[in-house]
Each structure stands twice: as structure tokens, then as C-alpha cells.
């Protein structure tokens, strides 16, 4: 079965305070790991997609990485509107493009 | 925005009641899912549907069904709700790369 785990739980920030969000997957075959910001009250926002071991990507002030087992979001020098839950989801196999959610991971940035 | 509406966006209905939450999409996507969302338990997969009448199951497919007769709706029915289906639904739509693209969400309450 999927797993995805989701650490830490909550996070809270000083503007400009780097950090890193961690998602753990045991998936056989992986075929795209995917990340999602949330925001209270609405859907899920489409992130990044990972594809294989060692990819990263950019995107303002997140970097995504990925390796075998785990992957990182990484929040450069946060701003307030950065705060949101950020979830991880990983895909495996054919059927559907189901996908498994990790619990996230809340975000709270404090100017 | 990937051009998803849901409908109602919230509702409040009464054990034993049938409802029916509405996902409508302008893109013409094949793919369509239902998730529910849920404190502790994250995002999770009800039903899908690849194609017009081709639907299958999620992990958390008991006391609903899914009916999909034109590829812009895809409908989800608690046949009689329980205490149990208050949650947070999510319809999301496949789109390029196999990246899932979320609706707004409507909230159940089941009383």
C-alpha cells in the first residue's frame, strides 16, 4: 500500500526565517511525485510535479527535490502570503492516476 | 484555474437524506475524481471516471455512487447520508503531464 508521510505537522516562521518541509513515500513505482499548496477554505493549488531522483524545481521562493525515499520543499526567505498548508501526493502505477495525499504540512509565516 | 465549478459550495442535510453534490469542468478532460477531505486523514479518493459512463473506485468508495453522462459533469451521490460524510469534497480533473487540478470544494454537513 501508499504511504505518504508528512513532517512536521505545522511550522511557524519569521519572515525571512529558511526552512524546509519533508515528505516521506514508500510507493512501488513511483511515477510523479506532486506538490500542492492550500490555502484556508479552498482547493488544493497545483505546485510542482517530481518525476525521478535528483530532479529539483523552482518556483519563486520554493525548491522542490526529490530523492529514492523522500522529498523537500524548501521555503527561501518566507513572506507572509507564503503561509498555507503545503500538501505531497505521490502517484504510482497505471489505474486512473490515482493519487495517495500525505496529511500536510500548515505553514504559518509572522511578519 | 483549470475551469472547475462545484455546486452547492456548502450544504447542510440530515441523516438517512439522499444528496448529490454537482463537479461541472469547460475543458473537456477525460479524467475526473472525487475526494473528501478530513481532518487527520487527509485527501482522499472516492471515485473516478475515465471516460463518459466509466467510472471506479477509490479507498473510500462505501455509501456513495457516481454517475458521469456527459464529459463536463460528474456527479457524486450519498445515497442516504450519514454523520460519518460531513467532510470537505474536492473535485479535481485531470490535465497535461497527469497533474490534478482541484475545484473550490464544497462542504457537507450531515446532521
Known amino acids: ?111 | 484555474d483549470a475551469g472547475i465549478t462545484q455546486s452547492p459550495r456548502h450544504k447542510v442535510t440530515e441523516t438517512g437524506t439522499p444528496v448529490t453534490l454537482r463537479c461541472h469542468q469547460t475543458e473537456n478532460h477525460r479524467y475526473m475524481y472525487w475526494y473528501r477531505q478530513d481532518p487527520g486523514h487527509g485527501l482522499r479518493l472516492i471515485h473516478y471516471s475515465y471516460g463518459v459512463k466509466d467510472t471506479d473506485k477509490g479507498e473510500v468508495s462505501d455509501g456513495y455512487s457516481v454517475s458521469r453522462s456527459k464529459t463536463e459533469d460528474f456527479l457524486l451521490t450519498l445515497e442516504s447520508a450519514t454523520s460519518s460524510q460531513t467532510s470537505v469534497y474536492f473535485c479535481a480533473i485531470r490535465g497535461t503531464e497527469e497533474t490534478q487540478y482541484f475545484g473550490p470544494g464544497t462542504r457537507l454537513l450531515v446532521l
Open chain 1, 1 to 111: 500500500e501508499d504511504q505518504v508521510t508528512q513532517s512536521p505537522e505545522a511550522l511557524r516562521l519569521q519572515e525571512g526565517e529558511s526552512s524546509s518541509l519533508n515528505c516521506s513515500y514508500t510507493v512501488s513505482g513511483l511515477r510523479g511525485l506532486f506538490w500542492y499548496r492550500q490555502d484556508p477554505g479552498k482547493g488544493p493549488e497545483f505546485l510542482f510535479t517530481l518525476y525521478s531522483a535528483g530532479e529539483e524545481k523552482e518556483k519563486e521562493r520554493l525548491k522542490a527535490t526529490l530523492t529514492k525515499k523522500e522529498s523537500f520543499l524548501h521555503i527561501t526567505a518566507p513572506k507572509p502570503e507564503d503561509s498555507a498548508t503545503y500538501l505531497c501526493a505521490v502517484q504510482a502505477g497505471a489505474a486512473g492516476n490515482k493519487l495517495t495525499f500525505g496529511g500536510g504540512t500548515r505553514v504559518l509565516v509572522k511578519p
